[in-house]
């Protein structure tokens, strides 16, 4: 199973920007997926996350400003970032939890990053 990011950049602050997050491989099924992210000298954490049946969990820093969004049938997530702020600058990376097997093996997968970059 692979998870391939895109659509990251530089964007001043007070624009906005859409991530995409495609899984592909051996997947019967994809229960949560999300993105987090890694600010330069910070910790990993959490931005948003996204169950299959589409109930959304949001980081309060980003809560009112970032929208995520999925498309089972594609096995894509989508992070919709607006009124972006330079404390938004950071790598990145959509996770998904997969359901590998018929018989309930679940694995967790990252996707390799995508930095954006956030100009004051």
């Known amino acids: 199973v692979q998870l391939q990011a895109s659509g990251g950049g530089l964007v001043q602050a007070g624009g906005s920007l859409r991530l995409s997050c495609a899984a592909s491989?051996?997947?019967?099924?994809?229960?949560?997926m999300g993105w987090y992210r890694q600010a330069p000298g910070k910790e990993h954490e959490l931005a948003a996350t996204?169950?299959?049946?589409?109930?959304?969990n949001y980081a309060h820093s980003v809560k009112g400003r970032f929208t995520i969004s999925r498309d089972n049938a594609k096995n894509t997530v989508y992070l919709q970032m607006n009124s972006l702020k330079p404390d938004d600058t950071a790598v990145y990376y959509c996770?998904?939890?997969?359901?590998?097997?018929?018989?309930?093996?679940?694995?967790?997968?990252w996707g390799q990053g995508t930095l954006v970059t956030v100009s004051s």
């Open positions: 996204i169950s299959r049946g589409h109930r959304a």
């Open positions: 996770n998904a939890e997969v359901q590998i097997s018929y018989w309930g093996t679940r694995r967790d997968y």
């Open positions: 491989g051996s997947i019967v099924s994809i229960n949560d």
